[in-house]
């Protein structure tokens, strides 16, 4: 079994920018995939970004250029920099890990508003 821990959500302004962090922990010895999704209010939930275990990126358009996922392998941990905020970036943020099979966090608000 593994379990996801998300943090670093929140309410910021637009142009503002956010660091979003999950931490895989139990089972977990190496990973096909890590990244996040997310779900806007009224919406369907849609991939923004991915890692492999290689270490290959993949971004949504509507984020490219503007957020960046990295990882601490030692650390079972990605990270998503979120940078250039706008108010369509407003979502609930869920972490997602592929090994065997697939993982969900709980997710994270991040609200952008002035």
């Known amino acids: 079994q593994v379990q996801l821990a998300e943090s670093g959500g929140g309410l910021v302004q637009p142009g503002g920018s956010l660091r979003l962090s999950c931490a895989a922990s139990?089972?977990?010895?190496?990973?096909?995939?890590m990244g996040w999704y997310r779900q806007p209010p009224g919406k369907e939930r849609e991939l923004v970004a991915r890692i492999t275990g290689g270490g290959i990126t993949s971004y949504a358009d509507s984020v490219q250029g503007r957020f960046t996922i990295s990882r601490a392998n030692a650390k079972n941990t990605v990270y998503l920099e979120t940078n250039s905020l706008k108010p369509e970036d407003t979502a609930v943020y869920y972490c997602?890990?592929?090994?065997?099979?697939?993982?969900w966090g709980q997710g994270t608000q991040v609200t952008v508003s002035s």
């Open positions: 139990g089972s977990i010895f190496s990973f096909n995939a």
């Open positions: 997602f890990v592929i090994t065997t099979k697939f993982y």
